[in-house]
């Protein structure tokens, strides 16, 4: 059975760095688009990165471009999210998930609702 299992929240101050970890069992990544997503206290879910199956092409929101990277490593079966400069307003809980990505060419998408497989996320606080 498909599982993803985030894991490395936790609180850090404004200015900090954090990586969070997106571990797959059940599965292989190698054919799957992975996006992370993050949804704040009374907001909507939105997404933060994605990476492409294979090849890896990555795409990022504009509020994390040039602080966040995304990067996989398929012989772990794992999926990581590099967070530094991190600002208050990226509070929110974490998810990683999973997307069935039949072409190897194609830019991975941020949508939350074209990802059908989800963990159970993770929280970050960024405060001081």
């Known amino acids: 059975q498909l599982h993803l299992a985030e894991s490395g929240g936790g609180l850090v101050q404004p200015g900090g760095s954090l990586r969070v970890s997106c571990a797959a069992s059940?599965?292989?990544?190698?054919?799957?688009?992975i996006g992370w997503f993050r949804q704040a206290p009374g907001k909507e879910r939105e997404g933060v990165a994605c990476?492409?199956?294979?090849?890896?092409?990555?795409s990022y929101t504009d509020s994390v471009k040039g602080r966040f990277t995304i990067a996989r490593d398929n012989a772990k079966n794992t999926v990581y999210l590099q967070m530094n400069s991190l600002k208050p307003e990226d509070t929110a809980f974490y998810y990683c998930?999973?997307?069935?990505?039949?072409?190897?060419?194609?830019?991975?998408?941020?949508?939350?609702?074209?990802?059908?497989?989800w963990g159970q996320g993770t929280r970050i606080t960024v405060s001081s």
């Open positions: 990476i492409s199956r294979s090849i890896g092409i990555t």
């Open positions: 998930a999973a997307r069935l990505q039949p072409s190897v060419y194609v830019m991975c998408d941020l949508m939350p609702a074209l990802y059908p497989n």
């Open positions: 059940g599965f292989t990544l190698d054919y799957y688009d």
